[in-house]
Every structure is written in C-alpha cells, then in structure tokens.
C-alpha cells in the first residue's frame, strides 16, 4: 500500500468517527470513495470547477497529444515499409520515429516519386484553420462563476470573452452606435466570385484565371517566373510558384487575382453594422460570435476586487477553449503522372503516392493545431505569433491569476510563457502547489484526491511538452538556469517531423 493510500484511509477513519455522530453513511462512503486519476479520464475531483475545469484541459490536451503520437508513428511505420526502410519496431510494434528516421524515409520517397526517369509528381496540400472554442469557453466560465458566487447581474453573457487575434464569425458591441469599433480589422464576406473580378477586392479563394496572379502556393498552371516545384513534360509549370505565375493558380488560401476568379471571394463588410462576416483582426471592442483563431481574452461579468474567484474562471475558461479547439479538415493530394521513360513498377509507385498521400493529411490535420499550441506559429498564415500569445504586461490581462513570471517559474522557457499550451501547463502547475487554500471549495472526500490529481495532470502535460529539469533551489529566480525544451520527445518529435515529411511538396520536380 502506497503512502498517498495509507494516508487517505487515515483520513476517511477521522470521517468515519465523525459521521457515526452528525453524518450518516452516505458521507461516509462519499469521503471515503476512490480517488478519481486523470490518467483513466477522470475530471471531476475535487467538485470546483477552477480545480476540476484545470484537469479536464490538461486530460484533454493529453488524450488528443497521445493520437496524434500514434497517428505519426503508424502513419511513418506504413511509408518506412512502403520505401524498404529497415528499422526496429518500438514497443507499440510500430517504428518510433526520431529525427534521423524521418530524414531517411524523406530521402527514400525523394529518390522514388521525384528523382526517378519519367515520374512526374505533385504535391498540393491545404493546411487546416484551426480555432478556439469561444462557445464553450463562455458556457464553461459562466457555469464557473456561479459555482463560485461570481456571477452577478443579469445580461452580463453578451460581454464574456473577446477574440484578440483573428475572430472568425460575427464581432459587434451590443449596442449599434459604436458597432464600427468592434473590428479591430478589415471587416469581409465570403461569397460566390461569379465573373466580376472587381467584387472580389483581388482576393481569391479557389481558382485565379485570364491573368498574372504573383506568387500561388497552389497549383500553378502556365508559366511561373522563379521556382516552380513541378514541370510538366513540355516545360509548363505545374506546382507552387513562389514567383509570378501567368496562367491559372488553384489554392485554398486568398491569393492576389487580376483575372477571372472562379470559387469564392472576400467582399468588405458594412463596419456600421458591425462585422457579420469574419473579422480579420482584434475583436477586443466587440463580442466574437464564433471562432477565435489568436488570444481568447476572457472579461468576467464581476470586477476582480469584488470577487476574486472570477479570475480563475476566466483562466480555466481560456484553456478549455484550447483543449477543445477544432479544425476544419485537412487536405493533402499527391499526384503521379509516368512517361514513356518510366520503367518501373508503376503500380507499386501508385500505391506508394496514394500512402503518402493519407499519410499527409494526417500529418496536416495535426499540424495545424500544433503549430499553434506548441511553437506559435499559424501554417496557414492568418495570424501573427503576437496574435496568438499572451501578453505579458499584466495591464494587458488583468483577468490573470498566473503573471509572465509565474509562468516563467513553473520551468516555462520566457519566450514561450505565452502559448496555450505552456500557458495551461503552468497553471496547473500553480494549481497544484496552491489548491489546498482557502479558496476553493473542495468536497471533503476530496480534500486528499486534488493535489495528486493535478500532480498527475502536469506530468500528463509534461509528458507532451518536455522541458529539461532544473535546480530552481536558489532564492533568487534570475539566477535559475533557462529551462530547455527536449525536441525529440512528446509532441515536438511529431510537430517536427511532420514538418519534414509536409516539406516534401517543395522538393517535388527539383
């Protein structure tokens, strides 16, 4: 019997003595259950939802890290069989890929798909938005702060949260006269381009023809200044042209039109109105009615002096928007065209390009919310890294129960305090060494369940974002040595080499 055990049955006897005087055997048994571990998907601990709100985030971040983990190693597993790559299985039977495997399979699916006499192949992947769940951080916080006796006045749910990087959806005050300062932004619509190019304000999203559209990071068709990726078997460029491409660009990202755009474009929203199409930028002075792909700043419906329980809310609202982020689909295509000079198996090559093609759109599908949470960085190019992280001025989130240092403290590298990810980390951190106060309202049985249950939820955690440990005994903070990320284990050995395997369409016709 562990300590933690031995401990707890100490404490349901004091429970029991106690119960045979004032409380019957329900309490009894209640304070006396199993703790619950967050390990096996419990959540619900301590019965405060700051607490349990905290581990539900983490529980959930390490349940969808720990597929996507298992995603890339089968994914790659199947392509090193796929090329003849030998290698030794890992402990799930399939190939735990480190950096130096991924480099080698890339090489081999170079040498067959695009180094090979009479292979002409392109890649065209589409990188999918990622968003916040501004729906449930708000009906998260909300439940929160009247578990907490913070929510006061009525009507206060139309001012809850705000989007401070890219809202996707409707952004409006709640009255009409100062509607126009809602976005922070260009203010548009997506709608159907039809064959009036002036409509589309030269963006376009779908298929760009009749002109010079510059750079397209789709499929260029014609003739491409500087770099294409691809070539037909004429010479005419097909495949991403960073130059000008004159001819037809296909891409799912808006790109510069002067032609004829067929698809979808962006049209300029009325701003006195406020914004019914999609904010590109700050929804601060507004509500965001939808998705938020940057910083959720949440607000709270009570000033802090009043009630200091609503600052957790809004921190444990923020991470559950995160941890329930969702993605639109991801898309990745391979295509193969063989000559008369091919020579080889050509089915075994089609078999080859229709795996990595599956491969890749599971690698994009993760990609896109990793980048985000982990490095900051937005694949599809909507959002600044500025957008996305949190401020570290702690005027500029007031709502924080965790500051930059705090964060810096809990072995968060400074540059990356900000991110959702290190951000939620931290705070659980915090939350372990601090849930036994007063604070909170933790249920009697659980009062020795919490701190393990979030001590649990940060190795979940740490498990995913590995940071090397260090001597943090001295008393003076600046004299700690810089924690450092280990980018070969969690989700960073993905996040980088997806990386690897998603640049192949660059290399594609070189």
């Known amino acids: 019997m562990n300590g933690e055990s031995t401990r707890r049955l100490a404490f349901c006897a004091l429970l029991a003595g106690a119960a045979l005087s004032s409380a019957g055997c329900e309490e009894t048994l209640e304070a006396c259950a199993p703790c619950g571990v967050p390990s096996a998907g419990a959540v619900n601990v301590s019965g405060d939802p700051r607490l349990d709100g905290e581990i539900e985030a983490a529980v959930r971040a390490w349940q969808w890290g720990r597929r996507a983990e298992a995603g890339f190693d089968a994914n790659v597993d199947a392509l090193a069989h796929a090329v003849g790559y030998a290698h030794a299985e890992g402990p799930s039977g399939t190939l735990h890929a480190t950096a130096a495997d991924v480099e080698q399979i890339a090489a081999l699916l170079r040498a067959a798909l695009f180094e090979q006499v009479g292979v002409a192949t392109v890649i065209e992947l589409e990188a999918p938005r990622c968003f916040a769940d501004m729906g449930l951080a708000l009906e998260r916080q909300i439940s929160c702060e009247l578990s907490s006796g913070c929510y006061v006045g ?15 959806g409707r952004c409006a005050t709640e009255s009409g006269s100062d509607a126009e300062d809602a976005c922070g932004g260009f203010c548009y619509q997506e709608v159907d381009a039809g064959a009036d190019p002036e409509e589309c304000l030269s963006r376009c999203v779908g298929t760009c023809a009749g002109g010079s559209v510059g750079p397209c990071a789709g499929r260029c068709r014609g003739t491409c200044s ?8 004429d010479g005419a460029c097909d495949g991403a042209c960073p130059g000008n491409c004159d001819g037809t660009c296909s891409s799912a990202a808006p790109f510069d039109c ?13 701003p006195e109105t406020g914004c019914a199409g999609v904010c590109r930028g700050d929804c601060a002075g ?16 009570d000033m802090p ?7 957790a809310c809004q921190e444990v609202a923020k991470d559950l928007a995160w941890a329930y982020m969702a993605c639109e689909p991801a898309t990745a295509r391979v295509h193969v065209e063989l000559g008369a000079a091919f020579t080889g198996d050509a089915a075994a090559l089609v078999d080859l390009a229709a795996l990595l093609e599956r491969a890749l759109t599971a690698f994009q599908a ?20 500025e957008d996305l992280v949190e401020p570290a001025d702690a005027a500029a989130r007031p709502y924080a129960v965790t500051d930059h240092e705090d964060l810096v403290a809990a072995g968060v590298p400074d540059e990356r305090a900000g991110l959702p990810l290190f951000a939620m980390r931290a705070r659980v951190s915090w939350l372990a060494s601090e849930a036994t106060g007063g604070e909170y309202e933790i249920a009697a049985g659980s009062m020795s369940c919490i701190r ?6 940060l190795e979940l955690l740490d498990g995913l974002i590995p940071i090397e440990e260090r ?3 001295g008393s003076d903070p600046a004299e700690w040595p810089e924690p450092v990320i280990d980018r070969t284990r969690g989700l960073f050995r993905v996040l980088d080499g997806a990386a690897v395997l998603l640049g192949l369409d660059a290399e594609a016709g070189k």
């Open 258 to 270: 002067d032609g004829i755009c067929y698809g979808s474009c962006r049209v300029e929203a009325d």
């Open 286 to 301: 507004g509500v965001c009615d939808g998705a938020c792909r940057g910083h959720v700043r949440p607000e709270g419906c």
């Open 471 to 473: 001597d943090t005994s």
């Open 226 to 233: 500087a770099g294409c990726s691809s070539y037909t078997a």
């Open 452 to 457: 393990p249950a979030l001590e649990e939820a």
């Open 154 to 168: 009525s009507g206060c749910e139309e001012a809850l949260a705000s989007c401070a990087g890219l809202c996707v």
């Open 366 to 385: 993760d990609f896109g919310r990793l980048s985000l949470l982990v490095d900051g960085v937005d694949p599809v190019g909507e959002i600044e890294p």
């Open 305 to 311: 002096s009043r009630c200091s329980g609503v600052l």
